[in-house]
C-alpha cells in the first residue's frame, strides 16, 4: 500500500493536462539504427493490425448471413449487407429480450457510476481532510476489502442480497456495487494533494465543510472525477459474473448476460447476436475514444495502488 | 366486483390471482407464443409466463429459494431430490385423480417421491440416432445394430468435411452416458439404490467411445450442437444422435431420405439391450408460493384437463409424444412414415434419462470422469473407480 | 472516550458531553456525514456478506442461506480433499504461470515500442487500448465463432488452410490442449492495452537526464540502456502490474464460461476456482455450504499471495 501514487501526483491544475507528447532521448540515430526502427514500425503495424481484427470481424458478422458466418468457406465481407439483423436481432419475436437488456444496461450503468464517484469522493475528502480520532483506523477496515477480490464474495453476496429479496431488479443489480473501497482510496490519495490554502480561502469566504468540498475542492479536480467516473462506467456496462448471477429473470438482464444467453440458447441466431454485439460495444467504443485521456489517467491512478 | 364477492370462489366475479409460470426455452418456432396462448386463456388467474434461455436449471434452483419463485414452473424430469427433501415443492397427487393410470407410468415414477407426485409430465423428448439412407446405401452399409457395426459404418461413412457421426460437440459425453451403461446392462443406480455402473464391461465400453472420439470419422466442433439438425440437414455428417423434436427439420430438408435407430447395444451377445433416452419435463408447484392452490389448479386445468392444449402442444411445434397414453391416438403426425418407426423405437427401449437420486453433484462427478476418458483417452476403469466414493456420498445423503 | 482530547478547550462542564461528540468545528458530525454512507454500505453490503459466507461455510447448507445442522469444519475437509476443487487451483496456476509473465513482456514491449516511434503513436496507442472497452462477453463471442472455430470460416483455420494445413479443432480437442491458445489470446487481447498504459505511464516519469548521463558515458542506446535504466525505473510501476495482473487471473470467470460452458455444464478440464465454485453453490447443485468454505480457502490464498509479495518487495527495496 505504501507504493507512491505515481497518478496522482500531479498538481491540480495540470491534471487536466497529462503531456500527451512523448520525451525522447534526444540522440541522432545513426545510420545501423533505422534497421531497428523499421523492425520496430513493422512489429507495430503488425500488432495494431491484430488487435483491430477483431472489431472487424464483429462488424462484418453483423451484416453477414448465418452461411457467412459458420459456414465452411472464410469470407472477408459479407457479398449483400443484411442492414436487417440490427432490427431482427431488437424484434419481440425474439426470445432473448434485447432492447430491455440494453435498457437495464443504460439504467444501471448509469445510475452505478454517478452513486459511486458521489459516494466514494465525499468518503475520500472525508479520510484525507477532515480530522478524526479513529480516521486511520477506519481508512484500515476500508482498504483491507481491496486485499479481498470482489469476485471471491459473490457467493456471500448473492445470499445476502437474495434474502433482502433484491433477486432480478435493479436495486440488485445496482446498490451492491456501489460501494468500491478502490474508488475510494483513489480519491482519497487525490484529496491529500490538494492545496489546503484553496481550501483556507474557502473557509474564509465563509464556507462550511460541505461548501468547501462543493464549491472548492469538486470543481478543481473535475478531471479526476471524470477519470474515475469513466472507469466506472467501463466496469459496470462490461461486468458479467454478478448480473449473471442476479439476473434471474430475463426482465432484469444487462446486455452482457442477455447476450450470452444468445449465444448458449438453443436456437442461436448468429447474425443477429453479433449485431446486438455491435450495439452492445460501439457507444462504449465510442465513448472510450472521446474520453481516452481521462481514462488512461484514471488507469495510470489504479494501476499504482498496488 | 366488490369486495362483498367471494374472494376464495374462483368464478370471473372475484379479484383474480397472479400466477408466475415458467418455462425453460424451447428451441421450436412458435412454442412461447403457444404457451402465452394457453396462459391467456386460463380464465380463473391472470399467469405471466417467464421463458428462460440458456442455462435453465440454474436459474430455477436458486429462484425456489428466494421469496420470488415461480408460482408454477417446469423442471426437467421433475424438481430435484434436493427441492423435494427441502419441501420446496408441492405434491400434486390430488390433481390427477382417475387420469394416473393413463400418463405415461416411467415418467411417473420417475417424478414421485416415497409414493408422492410432484410434478405432471407435459410431453415426453426422446433422443434417437437418425442416419441418411441414402449415403449408407452409398456406402454399402447396414443399419448398425451393435457398437463395432456402428464404429465400422462411422468409419466407412467418412469423407473428407462429410464425417461419419455426429454425437455432440463435446463427444457424447452430455447424451452418450445413459445409452452406453444400458449397451452393457448396467446403469446409473441399481434398483436398491446403489452404484450400478461397477461392472468391468462398462469401462471397456466407454473407453470404445474414446477410440471413437480419437479415430476421424466423428464430427466434432460443429457450428450447430447435437439438439439441431443442422449438422446432418448440411452434410457435415452421415448420421446423428439427435432428439424426435428435431423431425420437422428433417423431414423438411431431406423428406424421407432419413431413419431412425435406437443405440445399439454393445455386442451382439451381451448383457445389453438398444436404447434410447426418454425425459419429459414435469409441471410442478413451489410450495412457497402466495397462492398455492390457485397454481394446483392452474395445472389441473393445462396439465390434466385440456387434452386439447396438450395435443398442440405435443405436435404442433416440434415432435414430441403425449405424456398420456389416450392422447397418442390423437397425434396424427406421430402415425406416419419415419416418425412412426420412431414410435416403435420408443416403446421397445425407452429409459428414463436419469435416476431421481442421480443427483446434480453425482452427475457432475461422472460426466467429469466420462470427459477425461472420452477426450484425454484416461484409463476408464480406473476414472469410473474415482467416481464410486462421489456417488455413494451422495447417495448416503439422499437415501431416506 | 474517556481521554480528553488536547487541544479542545474546556469550557463549561454542561455541554461537554454534546461537544465532544460533534468536536471542534462539528468534524466529527461532518467526519460521518462525508464517510458515513460509505461505510454503512461497505458494512452491509461487504462486511456482512463476508460473515455470513464464514457462517455458512460450517454448515450444511444446500438450498438454504438460514442453515440448521451444523456440520463444523467438514465443509473445509471435503473442499481441501476435492479433487475438483484442487484441480481447479492447478489450473488457475498453470494459467497464472503462463498469463502473467506474458502479458507482463506483451504489455512492457508494446510500451516501449509505442513511445518510441515517431510515426502515428497516438493511432497506435488507441488501436492497442481499444480492447480494453470490450467485454469479455462480446470478445468469447468473437473468439469462439469467427477465429477459433472448427472450420475454415474461423480465421485461424482459415489461415491453415492457406499453407494446406487440416483445420484444428481448437475447442473439441484435449490433446493438445488448444483451448488453452483460445483463452489466453482473448486475455491477452483484452488486458495488454491496459497494461501498456501503465508501462507507458512509468516510462514518461524516467527523467531524460538519465539516458544523457547514459550517453555521455557510453551506454549503448538499446539493450544496455534497457537494462540499467529504463527497467530498473519502472520498478514500482511493474510490481503493481504483477499484483494486478495475479489478481485479475485468480478472477478468471468471464471468458471460460462463455467459451467452455454447455448448457448448464462444463468440462473438466480448464476450470478455474471461481467457475467451479460458481456451479457448487449457484448451479443446479446450490450447496452454499461447500461454496462458501471454498470462497473462504480462497480468499485466504489470495491474502497470503498478497502479503508474501508485499514483503517480498519491501525486502527488495531496503
Same mark, same amino acid.
Given at each position: 500500500m505504501s507504493t507512491p501514487v505515481l497518478g496522482a501526483e500531479r498538481p491540480v491544475s495540470s491534471s487536466s493536462a497529462a503531456p500527451t507528447v512523448v520525451r525522447r532521448t534526444g540522440i541522432q540515430r545513426p545510420p545501423i539504427e533505422r534497421f531497428g526502427v523499421a523492425v520496430r514500425t513493422a512489429f507495430l503495424v503488425v500488432g495494431a493490425l491484430l488487435f483491430l481484427m477483431p472489431f472487424y470481424l464483429l462488424i462484418r458478422n453483423a451484416l453477414a448471413n448465418r452461411r457467412e458466418i459458420?459456414? *465452411?468457406?472464410?469470407?472477408?465481407?459479407?457479398?449483400?449487407?443484411?442492414? %436487417?439483423?440490427?432490427?431482427?436481432?431488437?424484434?419481440?419475436?425474439?426470445?432473448?429480450?434485447?432492447?430491455?437488456?440494453?435498457?437495464?444496461?443504460?439504467?444501471?450503468?448509469?445510475?452505478?457510476?454517478?452513486?459511486?464517484?458521489?459516494?466514494?469522493?465525499?468518503?475520500?475528502?472525508?479520510?484525507?481532510?477532515?480530522?478524526?480520532?479513529?480516521?486511520?483506523?477506519?481508512?484500515?477496515?476500508? *482498504?483491507? %476489502?481491496? *486485499?479481498?477480490?470482489?469476485?471471491?464474495?459473490?457467493?456471500?453476496?448473492?445470499?445476502?442480497?437474495?434474502?433482502?429479496?433484491?433477486?432480478?431488479?435493479?436495486?440488485?443489480?445496482?446498490?451492491?456495487?456501489?460501494?468500491?473501497?478502490?474508488?475510494?482510496?483513489?480519491?482519497?490519495?487525490?484529496?491529500?494533494?490538494?492545496?489546503?490554502?484553496?481550501?483556507?480561502?474557502?473557509?474564509?469566504?465563509?464556507?462550511?465543510?460541505?461548501?468547501?468540498?462543493?464549491?472548492?475542492?469538486?470543481?478543481?479536480?473535475?478531471?479526476?472525477?471524470?477519470?474515475?467516473?469513466?472507469?466506472?462506467?467501463?466496469?459496470?456496462?462490461?461486468?458479467?459474473?454478478? @448480473?449473471?448471477?442476479?439476473?434471474?429473470? @430475463?426482465?432484469?438482464?444487462?446486455?452482457?448476460v442477455a447476450l450470452s444467453a444468445f449465444t448458449t440458447s438453443q436456437t442461436v441466431d448468429y447474425s443477429q447476436l453479433f449485431a446486438a454485439a455491435v450495439i452492445a460495444v460501439l457507444p462504449v467504443l465510442v465513448l472510450f475514444l472521446a474520453l481516452q485521456r481521462f481514462i488512461r489517467q484514471g488507469y495510470e491512478s489504479t494501476g499504482s495502488t498496488g | 366486483m366488490t369486495s362483498a364477492s367471494s374472494v376464495a370462489s374462483s368464478s370471473s366475479g372475484g379479484p383474480k390471482p397472479t400466477l408466475?409460470?415458467?418455462?425453460?426455452?424451447?428451441?421450436?418456432?412458435?412454442?412461447?407464443?403457444?404457451?402465452?396462448?394457453?396462459?391467456?386463456?386460463?380464465?380463473?388467474?391472470?399467469?405471466?409466463?417467464?421463458?428462460?434461455?440458456?442455462?435453465?436449471?440454474?436459474?430455477?434452483?436458486?429462484?425456489?429459494?428466494?421469496?420470488?419463485?415461480?408460482?408454477?414452473?417446469?423442471?426437467?424430469?421433475?424438481?430435484?431430490?434436493?427441492?423435494?427433501?427441502?419441501? =420446496?415443492?408441492?405434491?400434486?397427487?390430488?390433481?390427477?385423480?382417475?387420469?394416473?393410470?393413463?400418463?405415461?407410468?416411467? =415418467?411417473?415414477?420417475?417424478?414421485?417421491?416415497?409414493?408422492?407426485?410432484?410434478?405432471?409430465?407435459?410431453?415426453?423428448?426422446?433422443?434417437?440416432?437418425?442416419?441418411?439412407?441414402?449415403?449408407?446405401?452409398?456406402?454399402?452399409?447396414?443399419?448398425?445394430?451393435?457398437?463395432?457395426?456402428?464404429?465400422?459404418?462411422?468409419?466407412?461413412?467418412?469423407?473428407?468435411?462429410?464425417?461419419? =457421426?455426429?454425437?455432440?460437440?463435446?463427444?457424447? $459425453?452430455?447424451?452418450?452416458?445413459?445409452?452406453?451403461?444400458?449397451? $452393457?446392462?448396467?446403469?446409473?443406480?441399481?434398483?436398491?439404490?446403489?452404484?450400478?455402473?461397477?461392472?468391468?464391461?462398462?469401462?471397456?465400453?466407454?473407453?470404445?467411445?474414446?477410440? =471413437?472420439?480419437?479415430?476421424?470419422?466423428?464430427?466434432?466442433?460443429?457450428?450447430?450442437?447435437?439438439?439441431?439438425?443442422?449438422?446432418?440437414?448440411?452434410?457435415?455428417?452421415?448420421?446423428?444422435?439427435?432428439?424426435?423434436?428435431?423431425?420437422?427439420?428433417?423431414?423438411?430438408?431431406?423428406?424421407?431420405?432419413f431413419g431412425v435407430l435406437p443405440w445399439p447395444k454393445f455386442s451382439a451377445d451381451g448383457a445389453g439391450a438398444p436404447s434410447v433416452p426418454i425425459g419429459a419435463y414435469g409441471s410442478a408447484v413451489s410450495a412457497k408460493g402466495k397462492n398455492v392452490d390457485a397454481a394446483k389448479a392452474f395445472v389441473k386445468y393445462l396439465w390434466v384437463d385440456n387434452t386439447a392444449d396438450q395435443v398442440d402442444f405435443a405436435q404442433s411445434y416440434g415432435f414430441h409424444f403425449p405424456a398420456r397414453e389416450s392422447l397418442a391416438d390423437q397425434a396424427t403426425k406421430l402415425k406416419e412414415g419415419t416418425a412412426a418407426e420412431a414410435v416403435k423405437i420408443l416403446q421397445q427401449y425407452s429409459h428414463a434419462q436419469s435416476p431421481l437420486l442421480w443427483t446434480p453433484a453425482s452427475a457432475t462427478a461422472l460426466s467429469d470422469a466420462v470427459t477425461k476418458i472420452i477426450k484425454n483417452g484416461a484409463d476408464p476403469a480406473s476414472t469410473l473407480a474415482g467416481v464410486v466414493s462421489k456417488v455413494q456420498a451422495e447417495l448416503k445423503r439422499v437415501v431416506k | 472516550m474517556s481521554a480528553p482530547t488536547v487541544v479542545a478547550p474546556r469550557p463549561a462542564r454542561r455541554g461537554t458531553l454534546k461537544q465532544r461528540l460533534l468536536g471542534p468545528q462539528n468534524r466529527n458530525l461532518w467526519f460521518w456525514v462525508f464517510v458515513g454512507p460509505f461505510l454503512v454500505g461497505l458494512a452491509i453490503f461487504v462486511y456482512v456478506p463476508i460473515l455470513w459466507s464464514l457462517y455458512l461455510s460450517f454448515f450444511d447448507a444446500r438450498n438454504t442461506v438460514t442453515p440448521t445442522d451444523f456440520v463444523g469444519l467438514d465443509n473445509y475437509k471435503f473442499m481441501l480433499t476435492d479433487p475438483a476443487f484442487l484441480s481447479s487451483m492447478g489450473t488457475f496456476l498453470v494459467f497464472a504461470i503462463f498469463i502473467v509473465p506474458v502479458t507482463f513482456a506483451f504489455g512492457l514491449g508494446l510500451a516501449l515500442?509505442?513511445?518510441?516511434?515517431?510515426? #502515428?503513436?497516438? #493511432? #497506435?496507442?488507441?488501436? #492497442?487500448?481499444?480492447?480494453?472497452?470490450?467485454?469479455?462477453?462480446?470478445?468469447?463471442?468473437?473468439?469462439?465463432?469467427?477465429?477459433?472455430?472448427?472450420?475454415?470460416?474461423?480465421?485461424?483455420?482459415?489461415?491453415?488452410?492457406?499453407?494446406?494445413?487440416?483445420?484444428?479443432?481448437?475447442?473439441?480437442?484435449?490433446?493438445?490442449?488448444?483451448?488453452? /491458445?483460445?483463452?489466453?489470446? /482473448?486475455?491477452?487481447?483484452?488486458?495488454?492495452?491496459? +497494461?501498456?498504459?501503465?508501462?507507458?505511464?512509468?516510462?514518461?516519469?524516467?527523467?531524460?537526464?538519465? +539516458?544523457?548521463?547514459?550517453?555521455?558515458?557510453?551506454?549503448?542506446?538499446?539493450?544496455?540502456?534497457?537494462?540499467?535504466?529504463?527497467?530498473?525505473?519502472?520498478r514500482a510501476t511493474s510490481v503493481a502490474v504483477l499484483v494486478l495482473l495475479l489478481i485479475n487471473a485468480f478472477q478468471a470467470f468471464d471468458e471460460f464460461y462463455n467459451i467452455l460452458s454447455n448448457f448448464g455444464t462444463y468440462p473438466p478440464y480448464a476450470r478455474p476456482p471461481l467457475v467451479y465454485l460458481y456451479y457448487v453453490a449457484l448451479g443446479s447443485q446450490q450447496d452454499l455450504g461447500r461454496g462458501s468454505a471454498g470462497a473462504i480457502i480462497l480468499a485466504i490464498l489470495i491474502g497470503l499471495i498478497i502479503v508474501l509479495q508485499a514483503r517480498f518487495t519491501r525486502e527488495k527495496k531496503s
Open positions: 459458420v459456414g *465452411l468457406k472464410f469470407t472477408w465481407w459479407p457479398a449483400e449487407l443484411q442492414w %436487417t439483423n440490427f432490427a431482427e436481432a431488437f424484434s419481440s419475436a425474439n426470445d432473448v429480450p434485447m432492447g430491455r437488456a440494453m435498457v437495464n444496461s443504460v439504467i444501471v450503468s448509469v445510475t452505478q457510476t454517478v452513486l459511486t464517484v458521489v459516494l466514494a469522493a465525499m468518503a475520500g475528502y472525508g479520510l484525507a481532510r477532515i480530522p478524526f480520532r479513529y480516521s486511520k483506523l477506519i481508512s484500515g477496515t476500508v *482498504l483491507a %476489502t481491496l *486485499l479481498i477480490p470482489s469476485a471471491v464474495t459473490f457467493v456471500p453476496t448473492f445470499v445476502m442480497v437474495s434474502s433482502l429479496g433484491w433477486v432480478s431488479s435493479l436495486r440488485g443489480l445496482i446498490i451492491p456495487g456501489l460501494f468500491s473501497a478502490l474508488a475510494v482510496f483513489l480519491f482519497r490519495q487525490q484529496f491529500s494533494d490538494f492545496p489546503k490554502d484553496l481550501e483556507e480561502a474557502g473557509r474564509i469566504d465563509g464556507l462550511g465543510w460541505f461548501g468547501v468540498f462543493w464549491r472548492v475542492v469538486v470543481p478543481n479536480t473535475g478531471a479526476f472525477f471524470a477519470a474515475v467516473g469513466a472507469i466506472t462506467f467501463l466496469g459496470s456496462w462490461n461486468s458479467f459474473l454478478w @448480473p449473471l448471477v442476479i439476473g434471474q429473470d @430475463p426482465s432484469s438482464w444487462t446486455i452482457q | 408466475q409460470q415458467w418455462y425453460h426455452q424451447y428451441g421450436e418456432e412458435g412454442t412461447k407464443a403457444a404457451v402465452d396462448k394457453y396462459a391467456a386463456a386460463y380464465p380463473d388467474a391472470t399467469v405471466k409466463v417467464g421463458w428462460f434461455p440458456g442455462d435453465y436449471d440454474s436459474k430455477l434452483a436458486s429462484a425456489l429459494l428466494t421469496a420470488d419463485a415461480p408460482d408454477v414452473f417446469e423442471a426437467g424430469n421433475g424438481p430435484s431430490i434436493d427441492a423435494i427433501q427441502g419441501g =420446496l415443492v408441492e405434491p400434486l397427487d390430488d390433481l390427477l385423480g382417475d387420469t394416473k393410470a393413463d400418463f405415461n407410468q416411467a =415418467l411417473i415414477s420417475r417424478m414421485s417421491y416415497q409414493d408422492k407426485l410432484y410434478a405432471i409430465p407435459q410431453v415426453i423428448d426422446m433422443q434417437l440416432l437418425v442416419y441418411r439412407k441414402s449415403l449408407l446405401d452409398a456406402a454399402g452399409v447396414k443399419p448398425p445394430t451393435t457398437f463395432d457395426e456402428l464404429a465400422a459404418a462411422a468409419k466407412a461413412l467418412t469423407d473428407g468435411d462429410q464425417k461419419g =457421426l455426429f454425437v455432440g460437440n463435446d463427444g457424447g $459425453v452430455g447424451i452418450l452416458t445413459g445409452p452406453t451403461l444400458w449397451s $452393457v446392462g448396467a446403469d446409473y443406480l441399481t434398483d436398491d439404490d446403489k452404484v450400478g455402473f461397477t461392472d468391468p464391461s462398462v469401462a471397456t465400453a466407454f473407453g470404445k467411445l474414446h477410440e =471413437l472420439f480419437a479415430s476421424d470419422s466423428l464430427l466434432v466442433g460443429a457450428p450447430s450442437d447435437w439438439f439441431s439438425a443442422d449438422a446432418i440437414n448440411t452434410g457435415l455428417t452421415a448420421m446423428q444422435f439427435t432428439g424426435l423434436w428435431t423431425f420437422p427439420d428433417l423431414i423438411k430438408e431431406l423428406g424421407d431420405d | 515500442a509505442v513511445n518510441r516511434t515517431r510515426w #502515428f503513436q497516438a #493511432f #497506435f496507442r488507441s488501436a #492497442f487500448f481499444l480492447p480494453a472497452a470490450c467485454s469479455y462477453v462480446v470478445a468469447a463471442l468473437i473468439w469462439k465463432m469467427s477465429i477459433f472455430n472448427g472450420f475454415r470460416s474461423g480465421v485461424a483455420n482459415g489461415l491453415l488452410g492457406v499453407f494446406d494445413i487440416d483445420s484444428v479443432k481448437w475447442l473439441s480437442v484435449t490433446t493438445p490442449p488448444w483451448y488453452w /491458445l483460445v483463452l489466453v489470446t /482473448l486475455r491477452l487481447w483484452l488486458q495488454v492495452g491496459f +497494461y501498456m498504459i501503465l508501462f507507458l505511464a512509468g516510462l514518461q516519469r524516467i527523467p531524460p537526464i538519465l +539516458y544523457e548521463a547514459a550517453s555521455i558515458d557510453g551506454a549503448k542506446p538499446g539493450w544496455q540502456t534497457f537494462r540499467y535504466i529504463t527497467f530498473p525505473q519502472l
